[in-house]
């Protein structure tokens, strides 16, 4: 199958495309200008590969949370690939793609990622995470959007025990409130890492595999907040 992946929820603006079983893709951290750049990067992408928009068989995009524009952005661009291709389209957790990258580690029970955002404003994009047998992941808390000195870590995990590694902007935005909140130090913490087109493929493909996906028009934005900035008063008040 010829897939195409996209994400720009964040200041990471990325596409992959996997085709001939090759994965190839392009990656730029470029703040405010994904529009600029995601449809050249898909149209090198196709050349590279030496296929057509019209043999793509579907479209995985990161769904969000994160910016939203950038959220807005990615899923337009998918629903209007998929619907002039008639194919289906998967969408992915922005935050489930920035945690697959956490390193594997020993991917025993307890080790646990956390996938963090930085959503301005004094809060962040959150998610908790554990590797699945085939080494993907899956959430073990629901996504959530708020201070980090407010987060609430996930029931399976109040017990203790549970090995840490914590990926994203969020990490560095807001680590010493993060590091409160935790039972144990992490055992890893990158606040460089963003979501990136090719782990959207990598979540996405088992779902194709499947013959699964939606309608482009049921692929839907996940912004978890409705509030873009603060007013001048809340400002005033920080």
């Not at 697959?100 to 404003?121: K, N, T």
């Not at 963003?194 to 309608?215: D, E, I, S, W």
């Amino acid at each position: 199958m010829n897939i195409l992946a996209i994400d720009t929820a964040t200041e990471a603006c990325s596409a992959a495309l996997a085709a001939g079983g090759a994965i190839i893709e392009r990656s730029e951290l470029a703040p405010r200008r994904h529009a600029e750049l995601i449809l050249p990067m898909i149209e090198s992408l196709l050349a590279e590969a030496g296929i057509a928009r019209r043999d793509l068989d579907g479209i995985a995009v990161g769904r969000g949370p994160g910016a939203f524009t950038g959220v807005r952005l990615a899923i337009s661009v998918a629903q209007g690939l998929a619907l002039g291709l008639g194919v289906p389209v998967v969408p992915v957790s922005s935050l489930a793609a920035l945690a697959i990258d956490a390193p594997d580690g020993a991917a025993h029970r307890d080790d646990v990622i956390l996938a963090v955002i930085d959503a301005r404003m004094g809060e962040i994009y959150a998610g908790a995470f554990r590797r699945t047998r085939d080494m993907l992941v899956e959430a073990i808390s629901d996504e959530t959007v708020g201070p980090a000195e407010k987060w609430n870590l996930p029931q399976s995990t109040l017990a203790g025990g549970s090995r840490w590694s914590i990926v994203g902007s969020g990490w560095d935005a807001y680590r010493d409130a993060l590091r409160a909140r935790l039972c144990t130090p992490p055992a890893f913490a990158d606040g460089a890492r963003y979501p990136q087109a090719r782990a959207v493929l990598r979540l996405a493909a088992p779902r194709f595999a499947q013959g699964g996906g939606v309608a482009p028009e049921a692929a839907l934005p996940v912004y978890l907040r409705d509030k873009v900035a603060l007013t001048l008063d809340e400002q005033r008040a920080r």
